[in-house]
């Protein structure tokens, strides 16, 4: 039986994802996280208590602790754990962030039933579930040596700044979503502009849409 935690703030997703494995014969929900912060908490309950997850759903737009600092968390503590991300963002904005991260895979939630109980049985046997879409982002990042884009050198918490901010969102309403402190991220708006040589928000979205970062 495959032990998944699900980690997701929206209990409409958790909820469909719950009945999707109750389906499965092989798979059950073992615990369920509604932000970040729970989700890293959780999977050190399941260890110390002796029955170890064997897979990690996780989104990545979370509430207290976003899904790329509890995905490098859990990597950092529990190494051979699989993560496999499952998220609204498009492959082309954070798939193969994620991977260097350590996740074991990536799906858009548009991805149907088979294809997700597909993915967890693949990467709770510890190898990598890689979409062709997704396949097709590494070998454009990996096949150039020598050249990177500027958001490639964005922190993880840049990078998810610059995606709010080129969606249109201002820096309070930002802040409200990240659980930051506005001055925190003006801080991270003037390091993503320093950065790419931008100017302003409009630049980086024109920035964002010519490099297809956006659905």
Known sequence: MIRVLVCDDHA???QGIRQMLADAPDMQVAAEAA???EGIALVRQAAAAGT??????????????????VLKQIKDEFARLPVL???????????????????AGYLNKSADSEQILAAIRKVATGALFITPAVAEQLVSVIGVPGTQAP????????????????RGMSVGEIAEQLSLSPNTVSTYRARILEKTGLRN???LALYAVQQQLLA
């Open 35 to 37: 932000d970040g912060a």
């Open 12 to 14: 409409i997703v958790r």
């Open 52 to 69: 170890p997850l064997d897979v990690v759903l996780l989104d990545i737009a979370m509430p207290r602790r976003d899904g790329l600092d």
């Open 151 to 166: 958001h490639d050198a964005f922190s993880n918490r840049e990078y998810q700044v610059f995606g709010l901010l080129a």
């Open 85 to 103: 991300v499952l998220s609204t963002y498009p492959d082309r904005q954070y798939a193969v962030r994620c991977l260097r991260l350590g996740a």
């Open 201 to 203: 928000d409009v630049e």
